[in-house]
């Protein structure tokens, strides 16, 4: 729907009142009403890495939600304030792992004597703790863009993975790219005593996929897949790695949200696109192609928006730039110190990746 003109011209106002004071980042997934405003726009590792590259603004205003603005927090120093527009923009995955439920998991493996050989790998959409455990034992965090180099790292320090929280994405990495068989991944549930597994499961396995994902990607199928073949001939099918095994392995193509974009960027005129991710990104891709005569479908019309990343709206994004152009600061995400220091080990050795 079209943005209200009243709105529109209020953020406008108040982020020129602020000026270099702001710094607005965007992920892929926002709404069109909210990214017209973003400085940067991303897929989560771009976000991740840009969070810092203008120190001179004492407020990033992070359209996305929770754990990439703890990330962008983790990632830039005190002086620079970061804040999320609505606090209830958390992710339904990142919540599937709790920093109780990831310690009692390293018990379990260390009670199976396997914990010394296990690197954590965990996905960015994760909470500030869990990051922090994955510093602390010798891990990296990863996401969509580099799961393949940092699994390939990890692979280098140790024998086996503990991935964490998207399975998806964890196996789709490992079968998908790296040639590993399903048979290598066992899955961690930490609803189940020891994780659902046994001793022997735990010390045959190469990966241990953390038992979460996301609600959004979790909802195509593969017969999403069959049906656009079947309803638009010639159809290239084009997924995010946070899709289930069986959708990945039946799509042509399989990557970021930045990865998606670039695709379609560099498809030719008279090409045809079902996209299996977040409806705003795929809404707003359909749109920005449909005069270059490149046809973009979504993948399942009865899979919808990720209802969290929609929570940043005009609304909010106004109260949040006005609210800072008056000197109020609001919102402000800030990870404890402690956290802070092993959260930023494992992030900093993503960034590091080759
Ligand atoms: P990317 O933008 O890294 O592809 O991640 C998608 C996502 O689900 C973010 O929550
Ligand atoms: Fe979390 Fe999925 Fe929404 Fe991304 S799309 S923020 S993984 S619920």
Redesign the pocket.
Same mark, same amino acid.
């Given at each position: 729907s079209p943005s209200d003109p009243d709105l529109v011209e209020r953020a406008r106002a108040a982020k020129e009142k602020l000026g270099d004071k702001v710094f607005v980042l965007g992920?892929?997934?926002q709404r069109d009403e909210v990214i017209q405003f973003a400085d940067v726009t991303?897929?989560?590792?771009?976000?991740a890495r840009d969070a810092a590259a203008k120190p001179e603004a004492e407020y990033i205003v992070f359209c996305? #939600?929770h754990?990439?603005a703890e990330s962008a927090d983790i990632l830039t120093g005190d002086e620079q304030k970061v804040v999320l527009p609505d606090l209830a923009a958390g @992710?339904s995955?990142a919540d599937m792992a709790t920093a109780e439920q990831v310690a009692e998991c390293w018990d379990v493996l260390t009670e199976a004597g396997v914990a010394e050989q296990v690197v954590p790998v965990s996905y960015?959409?994760s909470s500030a703790d869990i990051k922090a455990f994955t510093g602390k034992h010798g891990g990296t965090i990863c $996401? %969509? %863009?580099n799961a393949e180099r940092a699994l390939n790292w990890a692979f280098e320090q140790g024998e086996k993975v503990l991935f964490l929280p998207d399975q998806h994405l964890g196996r789709n990495t490992a079968v998908r790219d790296m040639g590993m068989s399903l048979d290598d991944c066992v899955l961690y549930n930490p609803h189940k005593p020891n994780g659902g597994l046994t001793v022997e499961e735990l010390r045959a396995a190469k990966m241990i996929l953390w038992r979460g994902h996301?609600s #959004?990607?979790g909802r195509f199928s593969l017969d999403s897949v069959n049906d656009v073949r079947e309803r638009v001939p010639g159809v290239n099918v084009l997924v995010?790695?946070?899709c289930r095994h069986e959708v990945v392995a039946a799509a042509d193509y399989v990557? %970021? $949200?930045?990865?998606?974009i670039n695709t379609l960027e560099a498809a030719p005129a008279g090409s045809k696109w079902a996209i299996g $991710?977040?409806l705003n990104l795929v809404r707003r891709l359909a749109n920005r192609f449909a005069d270059q005569d490149k046809e973009i479908v979504f993948l399942d019309k009865t899979v919808c928006f @990720?209802s969290t990343?929609n929570r940043i709206d005009l609304p909010h994004l106004v109260w949040t730039l006005e609210s800072l152009a008056e000197g109020n600061l609001v919102n402000q995400i800030q990870v404890d110190k402690e956290t802070e220091s092993f959260a930023k080990l494992a992030l900093e050795r993503m960034l590091a990746l080759p």
């Open positions: 992920h892929h997934y991303g897929d989560s590792f771009k976000l996305g #939600v754990f990439m @992710c995955m960015m959409n $996401t %969509s %863009s996301c #959004v990607h995010h790695p946070e990557g %970021s $949200t930045e990865y998606i $991710t977040e @990720c990343m």
